[in-house]
């Protein structure tokens, strides 16, 4: 990916280590633009490296409750991710 690239979907597959089950999430857009209503947009500098999320894990359900994006620092040598957006 590099500047201007977009996410247009977008789903998790959610794994509950406790009962060995996966969840899969509904997809977020629908591959060509965001709904408009749902749309959320993140700004963040850097190569994307990768994301973190965080669970309930005293939910009847797992999902998770906040997303983090990382990306590599500018002048980085992609051994050093930074959180930029949640």
Known sequence: MGWGDQ?????FKIYDSTTGTIRTTENFGYGDYFKHET???????????GLAGKANNNAS???LIQITFYTEAPGGDGTKATPMAS
Do not use: T
């Not at 996410?7 to 789903?11: C, M, P, Y």
């Not at 749309?39 to 490296?49: E, H, N, P, Q, T």
């Open 7 to 11: 996410i247009v979907k977008l789903s």
């Open 39 to 49: 749309r959320k947009d993140i700004l963040a500098r850097g190569w994307f490296v």
């Open 61 to 63: 359900e797992v999902g």
